[in-house]
T-cell receptor, first 117, second 117 residues
Framework: GAVVSQHPSRVICKSGTSVKIECRSL??????MFWYRQFPKQSLMLMAT?????????EQGVEKDKFLINHASLTLSTLTVTSAHPEDSSFYIC?????????????FGPGTRLLVL | GNSVTQMEGPVTLSEEAFLTINCTYT??????LFWYVQYPGEGLQLLLK?????DKGSNKGFEATYRKETTSFHLEKGSVQVSDSAVYFC????????????????FGKGTKLSVIP
């Protein structure tokens, strides 16, 4: 089956630093990748949608200058949390799909837990 | 906008009990419907899906039927096992409204299932 990896799985950083999270589709080319944020005991909140070679589309309320997304290739997207603060601590999850058809399955990475001190 | 409502948990069942997790949705178009499962410490995995009305998705003994008349996609399993303990997310896929031009998932809040021996 399709596999999506994320790195790192867990990161602890000091307030004010930037953190980069990688999302890779290992055995398929992802036309679209998605970044989600999941708060404890809550659902996944879509942050942005990125297509290879173009700028990401951010959901309302998500700061594009805060959460930089780069979709450099069909197998790699990165999310950089710039000048992280404690309120950015969360579980970040990426997903990818191979096509753009109705009912296309999204394949999820295992998530990255970010803790900002 | 689109939304998904699923029954709140946690749900605790004894092994071999019957499981139902209710899910209803609101969508302006004709969405595809999904159940994803998140096992402890792992990422989300697709459990089953249905792309049009009256379709039944099934996998690993779980099944759900796309009911357009009641806008529902309830998850059922006749006999649960301890290994089914996880968080279950109902989701719908529809064209995003943020201009991304891609099919985006909208998730319910998740239902935690614990199965005891």
């Amino acid at each position: 089956g399709a596999v999506v990896s994320q790195h790192p799985s867990r990161v602890i950083c000091k307030s004010g630093t930037s953190v980069k999270i990688e999302c890779r589709s290992l055995d398929f080319q992802a036309t679209t990748m998605f970044w989600y944020r999941q708060f404890p005991k809550q659902s996944l909140m879509l942050m942005a949608t990125s297509n290879e070679g173009s700028k990401a589309t951010y959901e309302q309320g998500v700061e594009k200058d805060k959460f930089l997304i780069n979709h450099a290739s069909l197998t790699l997207s990165t999310l950089t949390v710039t000048s992280a603060h404690p309120e950015d601590s969360s579980f970040y999850i990426c997903s990818a799909n191979a096509g753009a058809e109705p009912g296309e399955t999204q394949y999820f990475g295992p998530g990255t837990r970010l803790l900002v001190l | 906008g689109n939304s998904v409502t699923q029954m709140e948990g946690p749900v605790t069942l004894s092994e071999e009990a019957f499981l139902t997790i209710n899910c209803t949705y609101t969508a302006t178009g004709y969405p595809s419907l999904f159940w994803y499962v998140q096992y402890p410490g792992e990422g989300l995995q697709l459990l089953l899906k249905a792309t049009k009305a009256d379709d039944k998705g099934s996998n690993k003994g779980f099944e759900a039927t796309y009911r357009k008349e009641t806008t529902s996609f309830h998850l059922e399993k006749g006999s649960v096992q301890v290994s089914d303990s996880a968080v279950y997310f109902c989701a719908l896929s529809d064209l995003g409204y943020s201009g991304a031009g891609s099919y985006q998932l909208t998730f319910g809040k998740g239902t935690k299932l614990s199965v005891i021996p």
